[in-house]
């Protein structure tokens, strides 16, 4: 709306007023300067595309208005709060374009107007016809302009400006490397607090913990420059805000640069302890499988997934079936990014040890953190979703179809984290029939036992997996399936139907 009136009060301000072109606000009150000097002008065009975008960019103010007091109707539970200056902001850009079209119905008999503005004209034909009427008003519209951007750069409206800055830095791939400054800064100034994170955040089942969601932390780093302790470790970086951003703001990168900023100055870990290494020959090993800690935690998965590779005369070495070696991902969430590193290196020169053709990963959090922290040059890392779906495309292993109405849930850190939506779905389709889920792919909910929050209480964490089971369990499944061990332990003591991992509901089915 300000885009196309600024331009087509240029595009005026050029053919009928050539010698005025290049005064800023001059197509801003053009109509005002156009009536002063009592001249009407010829452009039945311009006017009718002036009052065409003045009503759309009213529709949405109309829009916005209902949002901010009755947001239930445009789909929204929670709206910001806003501050003091936000009010200030928010009620004078609300103001701005009813006034201008008052103050520009009061001059159309005179500078030119059309289908709105002279219907509005003409129905206070005996008003307007005063003079001493029409100065008040363009008073008040440029009053309230005038406050807008007075206040704009203490407030959520610097969006406007920032946001093209945020999205040229984006597009040619910088990323914020510090809570504050450089491309960090043009994040944090183009959140409109719009609220809509807030919905999304499964932490705001629990009302207590809306403080803490995203929109709240960027407000906390834009006010206080990053010297405060800012909540940043009750978020379970799931990544949902981030996936429902109209602007695209990485506040989860935010949150773990905030920790790491934080927690990075401890003393650096020794990881001497770790089995020191022994050359493994590349004697054609097709496939290294790695478990992870909270696979450990579900072994049924583990062994359904090794019999099935069995099954598929597979060649196969579990590369932590006597140790668990954690990926690093807990303490990159943590912030601890040096023993990550360190740890990284590690695992890494272990792996590449045996020379496998392929990474196999049963937990979507290792999956992710391999794909980004290490450099496996020449090993094709897979989910075991993944593979799942490749053995089956192949014919390596063959399936018996079962009746069972099953539910999938998307892992936060497999479908928002690394985009796989749909080699899950095609293996579940071989084995089952797949129960409608609401809020699934991108609007997935988090299960609640995400190792991203690092304080956030057992009680909240409940309330959190009881929401996601309520929209799984909707149309009644048989089952929930899941393909992350942590979603699995997490979800299993409070579902009314079974839950398991994809890889033993696969090996139930083999033929």
């Keep these: 709306g300000w885009f196309m009136l600024i331009l087509i009060g240029h595009i005026e ?25 009592q001249e009407t002008l010829r452009g039945a065009f311009f006017f009718f595309l002036m009052d065409f975008f003045l009503l759309v960019v009213l529709s949405g103010i109309a829009l916005a208005i209902i949002k901010r007091f009755r947001s239930m109707l445009l789909g929204m539970r929670r709206t910001t709060k806003l501050s003091l200056t936000d009010r200030v902001a928010m009620y004078s850009l609300w103001c701005i374009f009813p006034l201008r079209l008052i103050a520009e119905s009061f001059t159309a008999n005179i500078s030119g107007g059309s289908f709105l503005t002279k219907s509005i004209n003409h129905l206070l034909k005996a008003f ?62 183009s959140c409109s607090s719009c609220g809509i994170c807030i919905d999304a955040c499964p932490m705001s089942v629990k009302k207590r913990n809306l403080k803490y969601t995203s929109v709240y932390f960027i407000r906390f780093l834009r006010r206080f420059n990053g ?53 493994k020959q590349g004697d054609g090993l097709e496939l290294l499988y790695y478990g992870g800690c909270m696979s450990s935690l579900n072994p049924n998965a583990i062994r359904a997934l090794k019999g099935i590779l069995e ?30 590193k360190e740890l990284i290196k590690k ?23 391999f794909n980004e922290e ?6 094709k890392i897979m989910h075991h979703t993944q593979y799942l779906d490749f053995l089956i495309k192949n014919g390596a292993i063959k399936l018996n179809k079962s009746e069972k109405l099953l539910a999938y849930h998307d892992p936060c850190e497999l479908g928002r984290g690394s985009s796989i939506y749909n080699a899950p779905r095609r293996v579940i389709k071989e084995v089952g029939k797949i129960s409608y889920v609401g809020a699934s792919k991108k609007e997935s909910i988090c299960c609640g036992g995400s190792l991203g929050s690092l304080t956030l209480t057992k009680d909240d964490r409940d309330a959190i997996t009881r ?44 033929n």
């Design 13 to 37: 301000v050029l053919i009928y007023t050539p010698q005025r072109t290049g005064i800023l606000y001059y197509p801003v009150f053009f109509r005002f300067f156009v009536m002063e000097t």
């Design 128 to 189: 307007v016809s005063n003079p001493e009427n029409v100065m008040p008003v363009w008073w008040a519209y440029s009053i309230s302009l005038g406050i807008f951007f007075l206040v704009l750069p203490f407030t959520r409206y610097m969006h406007i400006p920032t946001e093209i800055i945020l999205i040229t830095l984006r597009n040619v791939g910088i990323k914020s490397h510090s809570s504050r400054g450089g491309y960090a800064e043009a994040e944090i100034f």
């Design 227 to 279: 010297k405060e302790l800012i909540p940043a470790d009750k978020c379970l970086m799931c990544g949902k805000c981030v996936e429902m951003c109209p602007v695209g703001v990485d506040s989860c990168r935010l949150k773990r640069l905030r920790r790491e900023e934080v927690n990075s100055r401890s003393a650096l870990q020794n990881y001497s302890y770790l089995p020191g290494l022994e050359e």
């Design 311 to 340: 099954r598929a005369n597979v060649k196969f070495i579990h590369l932590d079936k006597d140790n668990t070696i954690c990926c690093g991902r807990p303490l990159i969430l943590a912030g601890r990014s040096e023993d990550a």
């Design 347 to 369: 695992n890494r020169e272990m792996i590449l040890n045996y020379h496998p053709s392929i990474l196999l990963l049963s937990c979507p959090i290792c999956f992710k953190v």
């Design 374 to 379: 290490y450099s496996l040059k020449g090993v």
């Design 467 to 510: 929401h996601s089971i309520e929209k799984l369990v909707e149309n009644n499944p048989q089952m929930i399936v899941t393909a992350c061990p942590l979603c699995q332990k997490t979800f299993s003591p409070h579902s009314p139907v079974p839950v398991k991992d994809i890889a033993e509901v696969v090996h139930e089915c083999l």
